[in-house]
């Protein structure tokens, strides 16, 4: 079953139709994922009397004040919030910390870890059950959701006895609240997994299937809030076409879905039946109860509103509430140019895309690209937009913006450009952003589906000698490698380096920086080798290194890891630093907690040569001298204060410290090291969520 929303695979590429569903596949569906976690079945209990759920995007730590007050102040008679790990991979680490800190900040009694996972079983055990029903609610962390429900739920699918004490607290006003993957839990059934790019591509496809990797994931979630489907790190991660593709799949079978911006929650009151905003972004609210579609794959008549901090929606009629001191702004008598973006699926490219039509004229459109489809955000005769009037234009916006329509339409001549990458050497020229890159290729002999290495060049722009010296990585681990060559002329020393974050010291828009290229150049290679998710990891020396480092703070993307070696200097995650060697000096939105958190979290190697304190071409200016007199300083001093500043505010970390012992300044030398499988391929991050 290879097709997707708008194109079937065939042999070398596709052809545009619709996926179209068998009543085998119905009652496939059926068998797999049974109407059970409460309020799918004909037996759901009524939640008039269930507790708040408090849903969050992700990126949320336990000094964000709000959150956590709520979640304490909605608990049972006092009773400690149980916090449940079970979608991480060593869950003490990650629940015993909470509770203490949350003990610490609030007071002793706040919280308690329940030592409940998947491998050791206690979902059935009395005393875990026992300590379970004294809770007065329930906070789920991040990690993998899948590893949650195989925990709570039995084989079958019905609820183990600590879900049901869960369910019991639960409908006695216990509230629930979960972060990240304890997010997508809410729903049933949830969000397993998959990109926004492939979900358009491949639509729904079932978890623990033959499919399982194609497009947007499924499977049985716990179903605190029946009907409605949940997804996290929404804005961040562009993934609002995953939660559109779920929605418009039919084996899935919802038709509200609410993606939640991270550091920000989406707060169920089930007594009022009103959905409110809290934290410090906002959510996206697609409604698919009118939505059709053609048999080219195109999709019409999906409405979406966008919510920010304190506004409100009734679940009942589908009215919003702006927060208070919100009022109307009437749309331009004269039309405002619409920029749209190729980047769909960038960090925060829909928000932006959004607030540029809230501010357009009644009939405005904007359209965010990726690969294989256009989405298109219509303003409607029925779009309404609120703002706070006494916002400055440096403070975040806080928009409220509802009923734009959103269409799919599937692009056309992909399949004509899509030529596979030749055996061997070779390279081709492509437009990013406006700017002609050379890309530099290799493709190992006999290669099949293995990995794309996206390789960056040091000091002297010199792509194919990169390309070169990263052969012996393509044919060691059958990879595609390719190497964008950013021309001195087009990118100097800010936009390369520096990423083009700033320009003249001064801070460039998002739209303008250099990382927004590499997104690009990952589409063009997998549309040339029709594989729209082929994995992709980033790998640069020296400069290249410098770049990378700082893409990892500002715009990751969806690579699987980014390899930064021996980079000369690099953004330590604090504001007493100037960028580019720390945060300061950038706007708010750029540094503050949630985004140098974000950073942490990043699937970042630092890959360092142990001889690698020659002072040839490297940055000695007072500030780099801060970080260290050599490479090999600075990154293990880059790395301990990213180890220390999480561990001190219990936040992700997923960087990794890989040193090649004996190597200087090399690019060659360092991707020939025994270590760069691990600095590669080495263990990452839950992916999930």
């Given at each position: 079953?290879k097709?997707c929303f708008?194109?079937?695979?065939?042999?070398?590429f596709?052809?545009?139709?619709?996926?179209?569903?068998t009543?085998?596949?119905?009652?496939v569906m059926?068998?797999l994922f049974p109407p059970v976690?409460?309020g799918?079945?004909?037996a759901?209990?009524?939640?008039?009397?269930a507790?708040?759920?408090?849903?969050?995007g992700?990126?949320?730590?336990?000094?964000?004040?709000?959150?956590?007050?709520?979640?304490?102040?909605?608990?049972?008679h006092?009773?400690?919030?149980?916090i449940?790990s079970?979608?991480?991979?060593v869950?003490?680490?990650?629940?015993?910390?909470?509770?203490?800190?949350?003990?610490?900040?609030?007071?002793?009694?706040?919280a308690?870890?329940i030592?409940?996972t998947e491998?050791?079983?206690k979902?059935?055990d009395?005393e875990t059950?026992?300590?379970i029903?004294?809770?007065?609610?329930?906070?789920?962390t991040?990690?993998?959701?899948?590893r949650?429900?195989?925990?709570l739920?039995t084989?079958?699918?019905?609820?183990?006895?600590?879900?049901e004490a869960v369910?019991?607290?639960?409908?006695?006003g216990?509230v629930i609240?979960?972060?990240?993957a304890?997010a997508a839990i809410m729903?049933?059934p949830?969000?397993?997994?998959?990109s926004?790019a492939?979900?358009?591509?491949?639509?729904?496809?079932?978890?623990d299937?033959?499919?399982?990797?194609?497009g947007?994931?499924?499977?049985?979630?716990l179903?605190?809030?029946?009907g409605w489907l949940?997804?996290?790190?929404?804005l961040?991660?562009g993934?609002l076409?995953?939660l559109?593709?779920?929605l418009a799949s039919?084996?899935?079978?919802?038709q509200h879905?609410?993606?939640v911006?991270?550091?920000t929650?989406w707060?169920?009151d089930?007594?009022?039946q009103t959905?409110?905003?809290?934290?410090?972004?906002g959510v996206v609210?697609?409604?698919?109860?009118?939505f059709t579609?053609?048999?080219?794959?195109?999709?019409?008549?999906?409405k979406?509103h966008?919510?920010?901090?304190?506004d409100?929606m009734?679940l009942?009629t589908?009215q919003?509430r702006?927060?208070k001191?919100?009022?109307a702004?009437t749309?331009p008598?004269a039309p405002v140019?619409?920029a749209s973006?190729t980047?769909?699926?960038g960090?925060d490219?829909?928000?932006?895309?959004?607030?540029?039509?809230?501010q357009?004229?009644?009939d405005?459109?904007?359209?965010a690209?990726?690969l294989?489809f256009?989405?298109?955000?219509?303003?409607s005769?029925?779009?309404r937009?609120?703002?706070?009037p006494d916002?400055?234009?440096?403070?975040?916006?806080t928009?409220t913006i509802?009923?734009?329509?959103?269409?799919v339409?599937?692009r056309?001549g992909?399949?004509?450009?899509?030529k596979r990458?030749p055996?061997g050497?070779a390279?081709?020229?492509?437009?990013?952003?406006?700017k002609?890159?050379k890309i530099?290729?290799?493709?190992?002999?006999?290669y099949?589906?293995?990995?794309?290495l996206?390789v960056?060049h040091?000091?002297n722009?010199?792509a194919?000698?990169?390309?070169?010296?990263?052969?012996?990585?393509a044919?060691?681990f059958?990879?595609l490698?390719?190497?964008?060559?950013f021309?001195l002329?087009?990118f100097?020393?800010?936009?390369?380096?520096?990423?083009?974050v700033t320009?003249d010291?001064?801070?460039?828009?998002m739209e303008?920086?250099?990382?927004q290229c590499?997104?690009?150049?990952?589409?063009?290679?997998?549309s040339?080798q029709?594989?729209?998710?082929?994995?992709y990891y980033?790998?640069?020396h020296?400069?290249?290194?410098?770049?990378l480092?700082?893409?990892?703070?500002f715009?990751p993307?969806?690579?699987?890891r980014?390899i930064?070696a021996?980079p000369?200097?690099l953004i330590f995650?604090?504001?007493?630093?100037?960028f580019?060697?720390g945060?300061g000096?950038?706007p708010?939105?750029?540094?503050?907690d949630a985004?140098?958190k974000n950073?942490?979290?990043?699937?970042?190697?630092?890959?360092l040569?142990?001889?690698?304190?020659?002072?040839k071409?490297?940055?000695v200016s007072?500030?780099?001298m801060?970080?260290g007199?050599?490479?090999?300083q600075?990154g293990?001093a880059?790395?301990?204060?990213?180890e220390?500043?999480a561990?001190?505010?219990?936040?992700?970390?997923h960087?990794t410290l890989?040193?090649?012992?004996g190597v200087?300044?090399?690019?060659?030398a360092?991707?020939?090291?025994p270590?760069?499988e691990?600095?590669?391929?080495?263990?990452?991050?839950?992916?999930n969520?």
């Amino acid at each position: 079953m290879k097709q997707c929303f708008g194109l079937q695979r065939t042999g070398t590429f596709n052809i545009p139709r619709m996926h179209m569903k068998t009543i085998c596949r119905v009652l496939v569906m059926w068998m797999l994922f049974p109407p059970v976690c409460g309020g799918l079945s004909a037996a759901a209990p009524s939640l008039e009397k269930a507790g708040k759920l408090v849903i969050a995007g992700g990126a949320l730590s336990a000094a964000n004040g709000e959150i956590w007050a709520l979640l304490l102040a909605e608990r049972l008679h006092g009773r400690p919030i149980g916090i449940l790990s079970t979608a991480s991979e060593v869950p003490e680490a990650t629940g015993l910390p909470l509770a203490s800190t949350l003990n610490r900040l609030h007071g002793d009694g706040s919280a308690v870890f329940i030592p409940v996972t998947e491998k050791n079983r206690k979902a059935g055990d009395p005393e875990t059950v026992a300590l379970i029903r004294r809770c007065g609610g329930f906070y789920f962390t991040g990690g993998q959701q899948n590893r949650t429900t195989r925990t709570l739920l039995t084989q079958k699918g019905s609820r183990t006895p600590a879900l049901e004490a869960v369910w019991d607290v639960y409908l006695q006003g216990g509230v629930i609240g979960g972060s990240s993957a304890g997010a997508a839990i809410m729903s049933h059934p949830m969000i397993t997994g998959g990109s926004s790019a492939d979900a358009l591509f491949w639509g729904a496809t079932p978890a623990d299937s033959s499919e399982e990797g194609k497009g947007v994931g499924y499977g049985p979630g716990l179903g605190f809030h029946p009907g409605w489907l949940y997804c996290q790190h929404h804005l961040e991660r562009g993934r609002l076409g995953r939660l559109l593709a779920a929605l418009a799949s039919k084996k899935v079978g919802l038709q509200h879905g609410v993606g939640v911006a991270e550091d920000t929650a989406w707060v169920i009151d089930h007594a009022a039946q009103t959905g409110t905003v809290i934290g410090s972004k906002g959510v996206v609210y697609l409604n698919a109860t009118q939505f059709t579609t053609k048999t080219d794959g195109s999709i019409s008549g999906m409405k979406i509103h966008y919510l920010d901090r304190g506004d409100s929606m009734d679940l009942k009629t589908g009215q919003v509430r702006p927060a208070k001191g919100k009022s109307a702004v009437t749309p331009p008598a004269a039309p405002v140019p619409i920029a749209s973006t190729t980047n769909a699926w960038g960090r925060d490219a829909i928000w932006h895309l959004l607030i540029k039509l809230a501010q357009a004229g009644s009939d405005a459109e904007a359209v965010a690209s990726d690969l294989y489809f256009d989405l298109v955000f219509r303003r409607s005769p029925d779009t309404r937009v609120s703002r706070h009037p006494d916002e400055t234009a440096d403070a975040r916006p806080t928009w409220t913006i509802t009923d734009l329509q959103l269409e799919v339409h599937p692009r056309t001549g992909k399949e004509e450009q899509a030529k596979r990458l030749p055996s061997g050497k070779a390279e081709f020229n492509l437009v990013a952003r406006g700017k002609k890159l050379k890309i530099f290729t290799y493709c190992p002999p006999g290669y099949k589906n293995g990995p794309l290495l996206v390789v960056m060049h040091g000091l002297n722009r010199n792509a194919g000698d990169y390309r070169n010296n990263a052969i012996q990585l393509a044919d060691r681990f059958q990879a595609l490698v390719v190497a964008p060559s950013f021309v001195l002329a087009q990118f100097p020393v800010e936009a390369y380096q520096r990423g083009g974050v700033t320009r003249d010291g001064k801070p460039q828009r998002m739209e303008e920086w250099t990382f927004q290229c590499i997104p690009e150049v990952v589409s063009a290679i997998r549309s040339r080798q029709g594989e729209p998710e082929l994995p992709y990891y980033l790998i640069g020396h020296s400069a290249g290194g410098q770049f990378l480092n700082r893409l990892a703070a500002f715009l990751p993307g969806e690579a699987t890891r980014i390899i930064a070696a021996n980079p000369g200097s690099l953004i330590f995650p604090t504001r007493d630093q100037p960028f580019q060697f720390g945060f300061g000096n950038l706007p708010d939105e750029w540094s503050d907690d949630a985004w140098i958190k974000n950073y942490l979290a990043a699937p970042l190697t630092l890959f360092l040569g142990t001889a690698d304190t020659g002072s040839k071409y490297l940055d000695v200016s007072a500030e780099a001298m801060r970080q260290g007199a050599t490479r090999i300083q600075r990154g293990r001093a880059c790395f301990s204060m990213a180890e220390n500043l999480a561990r001190e505010r219990g936040w992700p970390f997923h960087w990794t410290l890989v040193e090649a012992e004996g190597v200087g300044h090399d690019s060659a030398a360092i991707f020939a090291h025994p270590l760069a499988e691990k600095a590669i391929f080495g263990a990452g991050p839950d992916t999930n969520d």
